[in-house]
Every structure is written in structure tokens, then in C-alpha cells.
């Protein structure tokens, strides 16, 4: 199974406030999320984080964290991951930047969203992070937030995001998706 979220901002007490997310204390949010997680993703499946990993700044930290997870772990960095995060074991891979392709399925994965991504004019998908669910939902438009806070603070499941992409539709918003192609040439 492949699992994708973001922003679970482990360690980041502020981010209770930020978001209003509904967690006591900072120890109460990360043990919900690491709860959250393991209880739908098993140790085989494969999880795309798309960035805002941990506040914490010391790489054993994370380590530690990392191995309390479930899964094999794909890291899309946020503006938060660079310097610590992405140095940690426990990501079998670390990229600004991921495209993949699920049961046919291409998938564009970044940490921002974008208004046009690679082949969004032939179908594919882009999730994204980073605005915390603050972003107005584009339904002509095959993308969303992944965001942890969204989606009862746990991953969301490749059929629960292809559920999300069935209630929009795509509506080109460059001339790659329209006839102009042909008077551009």
C-alpha cells in the first residue's frame, strides 16, 4: 500500500496554537500521530512524506522517531527539513521533487502546491503540503493538500486519494491543455 501525508511537525509545540490542532500538549499531538500512522500502515508499505517532518533539530532525535513509524519512508522536503531532517536514517530516500507512477496512476509529489505540474494536461496527479489546509480547494483541478491536519491526522491511503481526485475534474489553466497547441506552434 502507498500512504502519503505532510506537515505532522512532530515536536513543534507552536503548531498547536498555529493550527488549532486539538492536542493538550505537544507530547499528546506526537503520540496521537505516531498512533494515527502505524495504526493504517503496515511495516511494508511505502509512506511519501511531503515535507514539515520535525521541529526537532538533533539527527538522533529523529532517528528515534523514524523508527517508531511504520513503513518504508520517502521524504519530499518541506522549508522545514532541510538542514536536519533530511540527514536522518530511516528515509530510504530524500528529494525536493518526486514523480511516480501507482496502478497506472502518475503522481507529481512536492512540499508546495503548483497551479500546473508535469503531464497535469494528460491526467496526472499533484499532492502537496505546506499550506496546512489554508488554501481554498481547487475542484478543476487534479491536486490537493495532504496535509496531516486534513485528514484526521494520519496518512491518506493511494484509493483514498484517487476517492479525493474523483470529486474533480480538470480544466486547463495553460495551452498545454487546450487547442491553442496548434496556433503556438
Known amino acids: 500500500m502507498n500512504w502519503f501525508t505532510s506537515d505532522t511537525h512532530f515536536g513543534h509545540a507552536n503548531i498547536l496554537k498555529y493550527d488549532r490542532r486539538p492536542f ?8 496521537a500521530l505516531i498512533r494515527r500512522w502505524n495504526a493504517v500502515v503496515e511495516p511494508g508499505d511505502v509512506v511519501y512524506h511531503l ?15 523514524l523508527t517508531q513509524l511504520h513503513g518504508t519512508k520517502i521524504l519530499i522536503t518541506g522549508n522545514h527539513d532541510e538542514k536536519t531532517v533530511s540527514k536522518a536514517k530511516g528515509w530510504v530516500k530524500v528529494t525536493p521533487y518526486h514523480e511516480v507512477t501507482i496502478d497506472g496512476q502518475k503522481i507529481v509529489l512536492f512540499h508546495y502546491r503548483m497551479v500546473v505540474w508535469n503531464r497535469s494536461h494528460h491526467g496526472s496527479w499533484a499532492l502537496h503540503g505546506h499550506s496546512h489546509g ?5 475542484m478543476t483541478a487534479k491536486t490537493f493538500d495532504v496535509g496531516t491536519m486534513c485528514w484526521s ?17 480538470f480544466v486547463p489553466v495553460d495551452a ?8 503556438l506552434s
Do not use: C
Not at 515535507?51 to 522517531?65: A, C, M, Q, Y
Not at 489554508?134 to 481547487?138: E, R, T
Not at 491511503?157 to 475534474?169: D, G, I, N
Open 51 to 65: 515535507g514539515d517532518f520535525t521541529w526537532h533539530s538533533k539527527v538522533p532525535d529523529i532517528e528515534r522517531l
Open 153 to 169: 491526522y494520519a496518512p491518506l491511503s493511494f484509493p483514498e486519494v484517487a476517492e479525493e481526485m474523483q470529486k474533480r475534474t
Open 176 to 183: 498545454h491543455g487546450d487547442n491553442r497547441q496548434e496556433e
Open 24 to 31: 493538550a500538549t505537544i507530547e499528546e499531538h506526537d503520540a
Open 134 to 138: 489554508s488554501l481554498p480547494q481547487i
